[in-house]
């Protein structure tokens, strides 16, 4: 397993920006696939950004076009640029690498109201 912990979630307004970022303890070279979920309340965790370790990237209709997801090899960190956020992008959202087992991050709250 890998530990992986979010930062920069917090309060913004609706039509504001936030980053996250998930800092992972080891290379992310080890996992063939990262991604970002997010879980609002009541509801079930899902998928927001799928980023593999080659290939496309994959985000969830409700976010395309404004989120965007990266990876940075050299720092062993995974980031999601949110832009454009709306009151129903409020959720926990955490950080997810594949593996055998697979490991999630604490969540971090990020909350979009005015």
């Known amino acids: 397993q890998v530990q992986l912990v979010e930062s920069g979630g917090g309060w913004v307004q609706p039509g504001g920006s936030l980053r996250l970022s998930c800092a992972a303890s080891?290379?992310?070279?080890?996992?063939?696939?990262m991604a970002w979920y997010r879980q609002a309340p009541g509801k079930q965790r899902e998928l927001v950004a799928r980023l593999p370790r080659w290939g496309s990237r994959n985000y969830a209709d409700s976010v395309k076009g404004r989120f965007t997801a990266s990876r940075d090899n050299a720092n062993n960190t995974i980031n999601l640029q949110m832009n454009s956020l709306k009151p129903e992008d409020t959720a926990v959202y955490y950080c997810?690498?594949?593996?055998?087992?697979?490991?999630w991050g604490q969540g971090i709250q990020v909350t979009v109201s005015s």
């Open positions: 080891r290379s992310l070279f080890s996992f063939e696939v």
């Open positions: 997810y690498a594949e593996g055998s087992p697979p490991s």
